[in-house]
């Protein structure tokens, strides 16, 4: 079966730090960033805010549906799903 819970190696918060593991089955996220000495908590939202969009255009394309992303003045991101047949 494999372990189910994995190194974050590959993905980094700037600076190099690393988030410590992913729970594989549910893609869950375990961290310690020690009272942010490992930098800014902000980073670790940027992260999740882009793996989040990532995942829906994934799910989306894969359903066949086309997939538009805007990043707005404040810092969110905008992901429009175009379903056929749904007005």
């Known amino acids: 079966m494999g372990n189910i ?18 729970d594989v089955r549910t ?10 000495r ?4 902000k980073q670790l939202d940027r992260f999740l805010q882009g ?3 990532e995942k829906a255009k994934l799910e989306a ?7 538009t992303e805007q990043t707005l003045e404040d810092g969110s991101v905008k992901v429009t799903i175009q379903v ?4």
């Open 5 to 22: 819970v994995q190194p974050l190696s590959d993905y980094c918060m700037p600076q190099g730090r690393n988030f410590d593991v992913c």
């Open 27 to 36: 893609a869950a996220i375990a961290y310690d960033n020690y009272e942010g």
């Open 38 to 41: 490992w930098g800014d908590p």
């Open 51 to 53: 793996y989040a969009v």
């Open 61 to 67: 394309r894969k359903k066949g549906h086309s997939v």
């Open 84 to 87: 056929e047949g749904v007005a």
